[in-house]
């Protein structure tokens, strides 16, 4: 089956597809704005430029889309069909790209943890999955 859009729509739809400020990122941000969490988001000088950062907690967050980072669920499954060559290389460069980087973080020392698009659709996933990574990260106690 050929594509319903034009090469030109196609290309206008596709860079409209953020890399930043997603609406599954903004749902975590609004999650940890509420509960208090310090946080810093997109640091350049760290490999990947993690979604959020927790420097007091040596942990980074990415919140990875299912489609293109090759999540088990349902969403992330399809190949698309056109093209099929082109896009096995793009979404398993992009699997393998996400690996190097994860352990280029922990060599680092920092913890990587992910969330997934489809966690973030419903509140009662996200909420314990988000509260986990961050709860057994937690900083060091001080010493008194």
Not at 7 to 21: G, K, S, V
Not at 83 to 103: C, I
């Amino acid at each position: 089956m050929s594509d319903v859009m034009t090469r030109e729509q196609r290309l206008a739809c596709m860079r409209r597809i953020q890399a930043r400020h997603t609406g599954p990122e903004q749902k975590v941000e609004a999650l940890l704005d509420r509960w208090g969490f310090a946080y810093e988001t997109h640091v350049p000088h760290l490999p990947g430029r993690p979604d959020f950062v927790f420097q007091d907690r040596s942990l980074v967050l990415f919140v990875h889309g299912c489609f293109w980072h090759r999540h088990s669920c349902h969403e992330g499954q399809p190949w698309p069909k056109q093209n099929e060559g082109f896009w096995r290389r793009k979404l398993s460069g992009n699997q393998a790209r996400d690996q190097r980087l994860q352990s280029k973080l922990r060599l680092l020392g920092w913890k990587v943890g992910v969330i997934w698009e489809c966690q973030t659709k419903k509140p009662e996933d996200l909420e314990p999955r988000l509260l986990s990574l961050l709860l057994h990260s937690a900083p060091p106690a001080p010493v008194p």
